[in-house]
């Protein structure tokens, strides 16, 4: 029997206490920020950050150009040590990259790599505004904010979620590149971080600003520029980082009460942009995803012979699952859960899926469900941003023929078969996906993987399993 939403409920009151806690306002003093309650050591963030940032480094493309590494490290640096004392970890190691990638988007793993898109530094129109994004990014990692998502989890389990939690705070591209190997390598690409830890890392963001000599405002404005750049579909930074309400305001607010202690401005704003405009145009994302970013060619698929093992094939009797506590689902009796937190559970048979280190690479034959962000309201086009974002990590992935309507758990639903070339095999797979949108807005997405030689016999699997959703969400 399942409970009636508790999970959804249960997760705003947590929501909604934490703001009241961490946001303390003083009349005419610096807002008091609290950093969230967090069950991962100070160790885990470091282990955390160390391994996605190898994987980071390997799969985009890295400027590498001294003088505009120069620039950002020594920003950097006046940032990190205008960190309050109270959220300094000795054991964080700060470093700042830059990518050669067009889009705006910016981000930091946990224990200090931060990784900065050279399409920010050209959008910026001041130094200031750069160091806004960059206070923003540390403020996350000193208040542990990507682990602390995680501590919400219901499964606390490091070893296997390592790729997921990164994925789900750094999000877009980035995101899909280091969730790759985790859940199809679709995992968290979706996940973002919630209203309250923007809120903070706004505060604290302009706190730290100010504390280096740069004025917080400036954040506020380059925000807006990032807001601006949206166009149909907001930059990848926006997802990830989502505006918790009256952004500039409260950054603006949080200003007056703050003094700007001297002037950090390196001079050399100017002349890092104009080094910019004189090299070759950055990749984009796309460029990038299809492996034509220069130096940085990805894996594109392991075809590194392996022992392989029998699948087996999909049991006649079925058994009821509940990966969400307000959705039950019936999937072949020998299909186990191999990989699952709160963002997503994934099933899989003996033989059916990879797994490197205690953690899931991958997955031939199985089944996976889960969330990705908010719907906006249409569909199709949720369905088809989600193919997109799936496609960032599997550049083979194709749509074969249209979307089709069909009912999902009783409620509306959107049906697509696609194609891919799998990472573990190298050989043609099929994918079944069906989505549809849950009472808060949210995506629902449920996809089936096989081969695409045993596509008759997995198809009838798929069909059946859609079928046999039951949601109580409302
Ligand atoms: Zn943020």
């Known amino acids: 029997m399942i409970a009636s939403t508790p999970y959804l ?16 306002l003083t009349a005419g003093a610096q807002t008091k920020i609290t950093a969230p309650s967090n069950r991962y050591s100070v160790a885990d963030d470091v282990k955390l950050g160390r391994e996605a940032a190898a994987e980071v480094g390997k799969e985009l493309p890295l400027l590498n150009d001294p003088a505009v590494e120069d620039y950002v490290e020594t920003i950097g640096r006046t940032l990190t040590a205008a960190i309050p004392q109270e959220f300094r970890h000795p054991e964080f190691r700060y470093t700042f990259d830059v990518i050669n990638q067009k889009e705006i988007n910016a981000f930091a793993l946990p224990g200090g790599p931060m990784f900065l898109n050279r399409g920010m530094i050209e959008a910026a129109s001041s130094e200031g505004e750069v160091a806004g994004v960059m206070a923003h990014e540390i403020s996350h990692v000193a208040l542990r904010h990507g682990t602390a998502q995680a501590t919400k989890g219901q499964k606390y389990q490091i070893g296997s979620v390592l790729g997921q939690i990164a994925g789900a705070i750094i999000g877009g591209t980035a995101g899909s590149i280091i969730s790759q190997g985790t859940q199809f390598g679709l995992g968290a690409a979706f996940l973002k971080y919630g209203r309250e830890y923007e809120s903070q890392a706004d505060i604290l963001g302009a706190q730290i600003l100010a504390r280096a000599g740069y004025d917080p405002r400036e954040m506020a404005n380059m925000f807006k520029t990032i807001e601006g750049e949206g166009g149909g579909r907001g930059p990848e930074w926006l997802s990830s980082h989502p505006n918790p309400g009256n952004r500039y305001a409260a950054i603006n607010r949080e200003a007056e009460s703050l003094r700007v202690q001297g002037r950090a401005s390196t001079g050399q704003f100017d002349a890092t942009k104009a080094r910019l405009r004189g090299m070759s145009p950055a990749y984009t994302a796309e460029q990038i995803a299809k492996g034509q970013a220069k130096g940085n060619p990805r894996s594109g698929g392991n075809t590194s012979a392996r022992t392989s093992v029998a699948v087996e094939p999909p049991s006649s009797q079925y058994r009821s699952s509940t990966p969400f506590s307000f959705l039950r689902v019936n999937l072949p009796s020998n299909w186990e859960e191999v990989s699952g937190d709160e963002t997503g559970t994934t099933y899989a048979p003996y033989g059916g899926y990879r797994e490197n280190d205690g953690r899931l690479e991958g997955v031939t034959h199985g089944f996976q469900v889960g969330i990705a962000g908010r719907s906006s309201g249409n569909l199709q086009q949720d369905t088809d941003q989600l193919v997109a974002a799936f496609a960032q990590s599997n550049p083979q992935l194709r749509r074969q023929g249209g979307y089709s309507r069909e009912s999902v758990g009783g409620r509306t639903g959107v049906r697509a078969t696609l194609t891919n070339q799998s990472d573990i095999t190298g050989q043609p797979e099929m994918i079944a996906l069906a989505t ?3 009472g808060d807005g949210r995506l629902l997405y449920m996809v089936g ?6 596509a008759n016999t997995y198809n009838d699997v798929f069909r059946r399993v859609f079928q046999s959703v039951q949601l109580r969400d409302q």
């Open 9 to 24: 409920r249960l997760r705003r009151t947590v929501v909604a206490l934490t703001v009241a806690c961490a946001l303390t």
């Open 436 to 438: 549809t949108r849950l």
């Open 449 to 454: 993987v096989a081969p695409q030689r045993d």
